[in-house]
Each structure stands twice: as C-alpha cells, then as structure tokens.
C-alpha cells in the first residue's frame, strides 16, 4: 500500500503536519512559562522591594542574632509565599517555612550575590531546604545609602508548571484536531496528484504491452500535462518508427522469399535463424525440420559444412562451388560472417549453378562436335585431293569416282552449314512463321507419302492414323512439315528392315489439375500445361534410344548412336524442337528402356508433338 505515490504523499504531508504541531507545541509552551516566568519575577521583586522598604528600620539587622521571623511569617502570610531575610554577612535572621537556626549561610546564593551588585537579584532553581523547585526574587534592605540586609521572596515553580501542563494538554488536543483534517486533507490532495500519473501509469502499460495506439488526453497544465503530451508524442513516433519497420521487413522479406538465390543465415551457436524458400528448394528440405536446428543437421552436405566452418573459425568470406550428391545440383557457396550483427553469425548464400554449368556444357560439347563433323568429310576431301594429285588425274574414270565422292562430302558440308545456319536463324527469332489454321492432315500427309517410296525400299510398313475429330490448328505449314520429315525420316533411318512405323494424330485435352483425356496415354502431367491440344506421334520399331540420351537427343549435334545415324547431321531434332517451340507446342520422345529391355516386343521409339488447339 505505501509504495503507491498517493500514499507516499500523504504519509509526507501528515509527518510534515506531525512535526511542525510538535515544535509549535514545544515553541508555545516554552513561551508561556517563560511569560509566566517573567511575570512571577516582576510581581515577586514588587513584593520583595514592598517588604524592604517596610523593613529598613527594623533594629534587629543590626544586633548579631537578630531575630526577624515573627516579620518573615507575617510577610509570608499576607504575600503567600515564603520570605527570607538574611543579614549583610548572609546568616538568615527570619525565615518564615523553615527553621532558621539549620539553615546555612546564604551570602552565596545567586539572587543574594546579584541583589548586591545590581540591586535586584532572581534564581530558580532546586531547593534542598524544601524539597522542589522555586523562583527566589531578592532585592537589598537599604537605609539611605546602608544597606542593612537582603529581603528575599520564593514561591515555588509548581503552579507555572500546572499551568503550562494545561496548556500544553490544549494544545495537543488541537493539534489533533487539525492533524486530523490535516490527514484527510492530505489524502485528498494525494489522490488528486497521483490520479493523473495513475492514469498515465495505465497507458504506458498498454503500450508496453504492444499497443501503439493507447493515448490520454492531458487534462492539466503542469508537469504532469507536459509529461502526457510528450508521451504522446512518443508513442505517434514509436508507431511510425514500428510501422516503417514493419513495411522494411515486409519488403526484406519479398526480397528474400522471391529472390532465386538460396539464403540461410546462421547465428553464433551455428543455429540456422533464417532460411528462405530457394534455399529450401536448392537443399530439397522443409521450413519446419530447418529452423533453430544446427547447420549440419540441416544441410547434410559436408562440404558447405566445411566451408560455414572455416568462415566462423577464420572469420573471413570462403567461396566454393559444391555439386550437391544426390540431385545434380551444382552451387555456388559463398558464406560471408556477418559483421553488424552478433559475433559468430554467418550469411551463407547458395548461387544455382547448375543450368549455367549444363549451358556451358552444352557450349563445349556444341565446338568439339562441330569440330568434329567438320573434320571427318574435309579429311576425306584433302585425301581425295591428295590421290588426284598423285596420279588419278591421269585416269579419267577414277578421277570422275573422286570427283563424285568430293561433291558428295561437299554437299554433306553444305547441309551441315545451311541447317546449323538455319538453326542459328530460328533460335534468334529471324524466321517469321507464316501461321494460319490449317487442317493437321497438311501437316503430316505430305511429308509422309513423300518418304513412303523411301521407307518400301528400306523394307518397312508405314501407317496413318488420324483421328476424325481433329481441329485445325494454327500453324506454318511448310515449318511443321519440315517436322515431320524430320521425325519420319529418323524413323526410317534407325529401324530395321520388317519394322513398322506408324503416324497418328489425336486431340488431347489436360485439367488444370493434371488429368489427360483420353487417359489411354500415359502422360506425365509436367509434359503439357493444362489445355487443348493436338498430338502427333511417329512411332516406330526401331532400335530405340537409350534412357541417359532421350533427355539430350534434342541438342546440337547430339547423336545417340553414331554407327547408325548414317551421316546424319545431329541438327534435325533441334531444328524440330526449335520449330514446336516457336508454335507454343512441346516435343519429347519415348523409348523403353533398352538397355534394360533389349529382347522386349514392341522395342522402338515414339518421337510426340504437341501443338495447342487455338
Ligand atoms: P540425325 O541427323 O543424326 O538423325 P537428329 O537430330 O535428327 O540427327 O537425331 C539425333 C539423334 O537422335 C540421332 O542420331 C539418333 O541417335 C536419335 N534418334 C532420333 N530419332 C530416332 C529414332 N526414331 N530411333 C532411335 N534413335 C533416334
């Protein structure tokens, strides 16, 4: 109770009151008994100066043992109050309360002493003779310039203190009074004064408690007023201050969330505090099994462990590319120690590097397989060049042979050049396609039946299967056909003798949830984004593509099987894929798994293409 303020101002103000009744009591009552005092004396020296004056000529000063108490006794009476008369050499010679013959000389009592040097003397003072305290008032018996003995009056102090007492009793009862109405004047004016701090006490609390929005209207002008409008004040700041914070860590958080750079921040006991969704991505774990759990425990992989490591031992930046084991992934690691904040703390930022290392991979495949195709037919050239200049020029018919082989190595070069040059042209944009809707049987018809002759000769069965509902698409004719050709003219080249290849087109329709109608095929849902489309599949039963190659037989150069692809240039299918891609379409191929089904039926490849219906 008494730790709040009101009380804390009230207890003050009521000790405060306490003290000053008390010394007010002590000062009045001082006061009063020295008036009293003063009072007594002046009427005790009247009295003692009345009987001196009375006494000048009584004889018995003079004889040696006067005796003057029958006149002491009848002072004492009239002036009640006691009365010595004591001699020049200080023997009592009348005494009116006591026995004057046991009393010892009194030349040396202090009211004696100064009644004979100034002419009047006073003292208060215990006396042993009557047992309390007295005021003696003396004054010197004087006969013109003789003085004849002291005349001296005492009453005892008694009374004065009954009468102080009295009015000290007075006193106090009015001072309880009033300390009284003081009290409750003071608890008044304590809960007057602590109000508004109580009040300001209680928002502070809001806000302490998180909310911003708490204010008190000041009501007053004082300091008090002053106090509330500043934390209002402060509270509008703080808001605004919390609030641009927020939006900050809103944005930071954007930032990170959207950012394709992987981010984990780890703080000095190696506990991963932040980690954001690409990271999540590039490691293949989850937000709930990676926050406040160690690094290593996290990211299972020892070489960015290694490199955290070295960072918080040497506190310094370490870069390292570190192919993840079991995805294929290839990163960039850098952890840096992050300064600004607590020691220990690292910044570990995992750069994807994997589609730049396959792009790279792809550029240098791209040089030494063109290195490659290009070495093979000049060799032959400069060899028929050679056997030309050696002799066989001498002999016409062979020279005509060399002649004919040159040419034909030179149009292989050619070819290989216009499709690489058409290749760059289509990938660069800078073959416009003619597009206008044209019926799917424009599209596979042509090149089919112009390769038919080819495909009899090679001993194979060709079929067309196109389903009666086809819708026309929007497409380049002549492009699309040079698709086909293409696809037609692989399945020719890698099938054997006897095998069938067979040429079909039907709709398709995907859900946005990933189901194909008709569920005959067996699609996977990231093939084709939800929609209409039109398939066309080349199927034939071939010698098949083995599974590492189906996912690169679409690049440059690429050739699954070199021995068969019978001087093939390796550009078809990425000019294929190019065309498709050009149309808003897909190409992918299938084959079963040769390598491990090589007795299998039905072996083959079956090369899709998906144009969407517009
Ligand atoms: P090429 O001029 O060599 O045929 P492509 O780009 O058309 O070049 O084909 C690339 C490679 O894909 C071929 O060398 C071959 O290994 C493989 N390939 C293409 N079509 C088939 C198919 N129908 N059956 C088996 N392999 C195929």
Redesign the pocket.
Known sequence: MFRSIRWRIAVSYILLILVVMFGLVVYLSDLVRKDHLANLRSQLTAEAQLMADALASAPAWDEPDGDLDPVAHRYAEQLSARVTLIGVDGTVLGESHEDRRQMDNHLYRPEVQQALATGQGSSIRFSRTVGYEMMYVAVPVTAGERVMGIARVALPLRQIEANVARLRGTILVAMLFTALGATLLALHIAERTARPVRRLTDVVQRMAAGDLSARLLPTTRDEVGTLTRSLNQMADRLRKTVNTLIEERGRLAAVLDNMADGVVITDSEGCVRLINPAALRLLGIEAETSLDRSLAQVIRDHNIIGLWQQCFEQGEEQVAPVEMDRRGTFLQVIVTPLRDAETGACLVILQDLTRVRQLETVRRDFISNISHELRTPLASLKALVDTLRDGALEDPPAAQRFLDRMEVEVDALTQMVQELLELARIESGQVPLQLALVAVADIVLPPVERLRPQAERAGLRLTIDLSPDLPPILADAQRMQQVLT?LVH??I???PADGQIRVSSFRLRVSSDGEVQPETLNLKPEMLPPGEWVLIAVQ?T????PAD?IPR?FERF????RA??GG???????IAKHIVQAHGGRIWAESPSITLRASVEGK??T?YVALPVP
Do not use: C
């Not at 093939?568 to 990425?574: F, S, V």
């Open positions: 293409n692989n399945a080249k890698f099938t034939d071939g010698v098949g593509i190659d037989i690429y050739k699954a099987d068969r692809s093939g240039t390796g550009l078809g299918l990425a083959g490849s090369f």
